[in-house]
């Protein structure tokens, strides 16, 4: 069964601080690993998308790592903000189809003042 | 419109009653995707389009649940005979045809409530 965990499931900081997210997947063949913000009551938002050759990857302050060899991945929040609460979400492609995707639960993060 | 449009944002019925969820994907994106999403749970895949090919049904969850889409434009996902399991977030998306490395843009949502 094709599989994403992240941890941990929730995470409280404080603003300024950084954080790692990981993301564990057993999801085979690989095609690429994307991580997803969802702000409470809106849709997920694109962060990043990493293909099986990549091995990080930034969007600003966010930066993604991907170890296709131990199938993990971590997610990187530097001098986090209080907009940076949300839950994060790890997306795994199943590479024989390219729409099929395997979605973690989410880590709940809580960016204090 | 600038993102992908979901009606209603909230939506309370009663047990046994039919409901009716629509998404107004982004203007030229072939490809267009239904999740459901309980408290607490990653996204549920329900159905995907992509342009005119035959729909992937395999996530709908029983016959009570089904969805259309005219060409490249709405889609409805109709849930009929609700029961208070189906109580969740809809969410709808779309990408870009289906290249594996197509971000999806989400809507934000239906929150259906069956009483």
């Known amino acids: 069964k094709n599989q994403v965990e992240q941890s941990p499931q929730s995470l409280i900081i404080l603003e300024g601080k950084n954080c790692t997210l990981q993301?564990?997947?057993?999801?085979?063949?690989?095609?690429?690993l994307r991580w997803y913000k969802q702000d409470t009551g809106r849709g997920p938002v694109s962060l990043t998308i990493?293909?099986?050759?990549?091995n990080t990857k930034s969007n600003g302050r966010y930066t993604a790592t991907l170890d296709a060899d131990t199938k993990q991945s971590s997610l990187h929040i530097t001098a986090s903000q209080l907009s940076d609460s949300a839950s994060y979400i790890c997306v795994v492609s199943h590479s024989n189809s390219g729409y099929a995707l395997n979605f973690g639960k989410g880590t709940s993060l809580l960016v204090t003042p | 419109g600038a993102g992908v449009s979901q009606s209603p944002s909230n939506k309370v019925t009663e047990k046994g009653k039919d409901v009716e969820l629509r998404c107004d994907p982004i203007?030229?994106?072939?490809?267009l995707y239904w999740y459901r999403q309980r408290l607490g749970q990653g996204l549920e895949f329900l159905i995907y389009f992509q342009g005119n090919s035959a729909p992937d049904k395999s996530g709908l969850p029983s016959d009570r649940f089904s969805a259309e889409r005219t060409g490249e434009s709405v889609s409805t996902l109709t849930i009929q005979r609700t029961q208070q399991e189906d109580s969740a977030v809809y969410l709808c998306?779309?990408?870009?045809?289906?290249?594996?490395?197509?971000?999806?843009?989400f809507g934000n949502g239906t929150r259906l409530t069956v009483t």
């Open positions: 998306a779309s990408s870009l045809g289906d290249r594996s490395n197509s971000p999806l843009h």
């Open positions: 990493m293909t099986f050759s990549e």
């Open positions: 203007s030229g994106h072939t490809a």
């Open positions: 993301c564990n997947y057993t999801v085979s063949p690989f095609s690429n």
